[in-house]
């Protein structure tokens, strides 16, 4: 410690190359949680897509997530058992982040926005270290990088290699996650105001991404674009009652209970931002913060778990790392609630995991109960308050089921089976999805393991 402080002053390199410890600290969790960091939600999907289709799984044209997929490909190719396929999986995600803390720090040499992406990672970490697979989480650093690229060149020196990758990254970034769009906004207008990014680099940026961004909106190529986008339209149907709306006091909740860290860190900035009279930073970030959570909060008003929102608040991080690192001194207060950060950040990783190992568990139960069949159950069944998306249960259980047992099984809720009691559907020799089924002859027998090469299915109404 006496050689990193010295005069109350932090050395910005000594600090970067620290932030490899937490990073190399979330790969140690990602192999131990690889468990939980795959039998969720959209990860198991993605998983089973790739090792029935044997390519990347890339869901409403948004590529970005081919990056993090890389490790999982090979693996797959090189057909590697699925417990690997799984671990590096959840290991990618964790390079994806400090491969990116890397280049920002060592090649462009910019270690201030690399530490801003270190603290990214850990501010409200939570829920998203399981469910992780969000291309809003994975298009922020990338942004990021591209503004530091911006900001260590000069434009007229950009090679045309240089402009082809930066073309290539702001098309991946605009079709990444309708919200980026917000991040984009803050560090544009933050890093002019702090004189980081001068105005004809500002609308080159801005230009780049943009242009992309507003095609992909007024020529989406999937659907699911449009209706969250169309969410909007609740700041209109909801207005004058912001206030008294049950997302709003989810908030409240979370924040108080979960988020403390995010919460000092805000007040910090404030502080610190008066008395340096930095007044229209912190007046850039308090609208965007605020504005961002209005309009989240609004939107989404109908979403009853934090583990959704959890996904939505990843800007917020953003906001706040910025305004930390480029607002508070370089002194021993400031690295003591960077370690702050980091810690609180781990204890809520490891609180957050009880979710995730309770399905986990419960799937457990209900596959050694019944022999280590497939199921069908009637969604009337469902248990509530612990699978939250149910079209993901069969690939969760196949997942688990494969990788534990050796054996595959797999158990989906069906409406149908509400409806009509006595209905006995033909459910034999395919693999049932809520949106889709996957006839036998064409799943990979490596990953999917049948007794006597068929499936059948159990029904419990």
Not at 167 to 190: E, G
Request: proline share 4%.
């Amino acid at each position: 410690m006496k050689a990193l402080v010295s005069n109350q002053q932090l050395d910005e390199k000594k600090i970067y190359y620290l932030g490899f410890l937490p990073y190399i600290l979330l790969i140690v969790f990602s192999i131990v949680f690889y468990k939980e960091r795959t039998i969720v939600f959209d990860n198991a999907y993605y998983i089973f897509d790739m090792v029935q289709s044997g390519n990347f799984c890339i869901e409403r044209n948004r590529f970005i997530s081919i990056i993090p997929q890389i490790f999982s490909y090979l693996f797959i190719k090189l057909n590697a058992p699925i417990k690997w396929v799984a671990i590096s999986f959840s290991i990618g995600y964790c390079l994806y982040s400090i491969t990116i803390y890397t280049i920002i720090g060592q090649y462009f040499k910019n270690y201030k926005n690399a530490i801003c992406l270190l603290l990214y990672d850990f501010l409200l970490v939570s829920y998203t270290f399981y469910w992780n697979v969000s291309e809003l989480n994975l298009a922020i650093p990338l942004l990021l990088l591209l503004i530091t690229w911006i900001q260590s060149r000069p434009l007229s020196g950009l090679s045309w290699i240089e402009y082809l990758i930066i073309l290539t990254m702001s098309v991946t970034i605009a079709y990444a996650h309708p919200l980026i769009i917000f991040p984009l906004a803050f560090l544009l207008i933050y890093f002019y105001l702090n004189q980081s990014l001068p105005i004809k680099k500002v609308g080159f940026v801005l230009f780049s991404i943009l242009i992309f961004y507003i095609f992909n909106r007024i020529f989406p190529l999937d659907n699911y674009e449009s209706g969250k986008i169309s969410a909007l339209k609740n700041i209109v149907h909801l207005f004058p009652h912001y206030i008294d709306i049950s997302s709003n006091r989810l908030l409240i909740y979370d924040w108080m209970t979960h988020y403390q860290a995010a919460i000092i860190a805000w007040i910090a900035i404030m502080i610190f931002s008066i008395r340096q009279k930095k007044y229209e930073q912190l007046l850039v970030l308090n609208i965007f913060i605020l504005g961002y959570l209005l309009m989240t909060n609004i939107s989404f008003s109908d979403i009853q778990h934090s583990i959704f929102f959890s996904i939505l608040y990843l800007p917020l991080a953003l906001f706040l790392s910025i305004a930390l690192v480029y607002i508070l001194p370089n002194s021993k207060k400031t690295l003591i609630l960077f370690l702050f950060i980091f810690l609180f950040g781990f204890y809520r990783i490891n609180y957050f995991k009880k979710l995730f190992s309770d399905r986990i568990q419960w799937y457990t139960e209900v596959i050694k109960e019944n022999h280590y069949s497939n199921i069908a159950i009637a969604s009337k069944l469902e248990p509530p308050h612990l699978l939250y998306l149910n079209w993901c249960v069969p690939f969760e259980t196949w997942l688990l089921s494969t990788m534990d047992y050796g054996q595959t099984s797999s158990i989906i809720f069906l409406e149908q089976l509400n409806e009509q009691p006595q209905l006995s559907p033909d459910l034999s020799n395919q693999f049932l999805g809520v949106w889709a089924n996957y006839p036998l002859n064409s799943l990979p027998k490596k990953y999917f393991k049948y007794k006597d090469n068929k499936i059948s299915y159990v029904v419990i109404r």
